[in-house]
């Protein structure tokens, strides 16, 4: 069984491991300016372990350099100096961490996939590997604050959603939990800039294959985000799995960072109204800092927009089509994939986890 953490005193101690990633550099800039957490250790699985200063020189004179230099990924030695260990590494190798992480008392929130679907078969089908920490699958929390955040306070395992099933979940939850749509079909026509990709060089990513370019891609056998936005789904609706099967298709997009997007809907009857859809939304969201309602009138959410900062824009139409008017409800979505997407996320989900205002660092 994992460890009890020991009670948190200021300010927070916070490792990163895997930070030479685009989400691992974002959280050592968030960190640097949170006003209640302190970054202390930096690990890698690299043969030669870098001076992160030397992988993004834009960190020169943020870090010292202890801090900037990256250690071995040792459970023991990080627990000396953290309390809470920030996992940037790729999908199928978080797993491997995470348990000696938790035995040795650190909380973790993990960036990767490994603990977002919950179960393990599923993960097996997705990702095309064994799970390896299934035992640890029931403890962790799924990382969403403004769906679940009463799970958060003192987890000492938290799933970081992913960026297309954050901007989903926040897009489509206020409508099925206010039974104002069908909870199916669901169509989500999505954009993404390049970082989504990672910081490791692609064919499909190079700058000359991106470039004037916008196309889809993963959509053959589908795309490995959709289940976990199923799940999701299913979860804020109250439905078992399997019962909200969404169509998820994602887009390149060339541009640095940012996802749109496009949600289309069934009202649960033709008498649904838009002012009624708005309501949803503001009902759900009103309280919500890092979530803007884009009323009637407000320009439609955008990736430039939001880049930058952790906030989610969203709206709603209601349109109709065909000579009989057939209505469709229309939901448009746009978030920073690298931050309330990846990194942002992590540290609004390390504020709820602690207790403090959500907002630290992030505003």
Known sequence: M??????????????????????????????????????????????ELP???????????????????CRPIDAGAIAEH???????????AAMAYVP????????????????????????????????LDAANLPS??????ELFRDDLPGATLVANPGCYPTAAAIGVAPFLTHALVKPEPIVINASSGTSGAGRS???????????EAYGPYGTIGGHRHQPEIAQTLCRVAGKSDGQIDPLFVPHLLP???????????????EQVTQDELFEALLDAYADEPFVRVREAGDALPNTKHVAGTNFVDVTVRRVTT????????????????????????????MNAVFELDETLGLL
């Open 51 to 69: 001076d992160l200063r030397d992988e993004f020189p834009r960190l020169t004179g943020k870090l010292d350099d202890e801090t900037a230099q």
């Open 82 to 92: 953290a309390d809470v260990a920030f996992l940037a590494l790729p999908h199928t």
């Open 255 to 269: 541009t640095d960072v940012g996802i749109l997007e496009t949600i289309y809907l069934e009202p649960a009857d």
């Open 100 to 131: 000696p992480l938790l035995d040795a008392g650190v909380r973790v929130v993990d960036l990767s996939a490994d603990y977002r679907l919950n179960d393990a078969q599923r993960y097996e089908r997705v990702y095309h590997t064994p799970h």
């Open 201 to 211: 060089a692609k064919p499909a990513t190079h700058f000359i294959s991106v470039n």
């Open 140 to 145: 962790a929390v799924y990382g969403l604050p």
């Open 322 to 349: 065909g000579a009989e008017g057939r209505p469709t409800v229309v939901v448009f979505v746009a978030e920073d994939n690298l931050i309330k997407g990846a990194s942002g996320q992590a540290i609004q989900n």
């Open 2 to 47: 994992p460890a009890t953490p020991a009670p948190q005193t200021d300010p927070i101690r916070a490792a990163i491991v895997g930070p030479t990633g685009f989400t691992g550099v974002h959280l050592v800039e968030l960190l640097h300016r949170h006003p209640a957490a302190k970054l202390t250790y930096l690990a890698s699985h690299r043969d």
